[in-house]
């Protein structure tokens, strides 16, 4: 069983910056994949960011080199910092990891005013 707590969402201003959390219940080291996932109203969920067990990242279209994601090497934590934000970006963020099969957070708001 995986859980994940996210938290970190919230409403910016356009060119503002957010960093959301997310933290497991297992070992970041257990896990197959995790990463950063979103939905904006209309749209289906697709990647925003993820992150293996050395540290590698991959971004999805649209984000490289405003968002980044890490984690917390003492933690089973993992963080999605995003600047320079737009109103594009605004969606519901998903923590997602997989363990066997798919496990997601609750989701986290962000929305982006212009």
């Known amino acids: 069983q995986v859980q994940l707590v996210e938290s970190g969402g919230g409403l910016v201003q356009a060119g503002g910056s957010l960093r959301l959390s997310c933290t497991c219940t297992?070992?970041?080291?257990?896990?197959?994949?995790r990463g950063w996932y979103r939905q904006a109203p209309g749209k289906q969920r697709e990647l925003v960011a993820s992150?293996?067990?050395?540290?590698?990242?991959t971004y999805g279209e649209g984000v490289e080199g405003r968002f980044t994601i890490s984690r917390d090497n003492g933690e089973n934590t993992w963080y999605l910092q995003m600047n320079n934000l737009t109103p594009e970006d605004t969606a519901v963020y998903y923590c997602?990891?997989?363990?066997?099969?798919?496990?997601w957070g609750q989701g986290t708001q962000v929305t982006v005013s212009s």
């Open positions: 997602y990891a997989h363990y066997g099969w798919d496990y």
């Open positions: 297992r070992s970041f080291l257990d896990l197959n994949a």
């Open positions: 992150i293996t067990r050395s540290s590698g990242t």
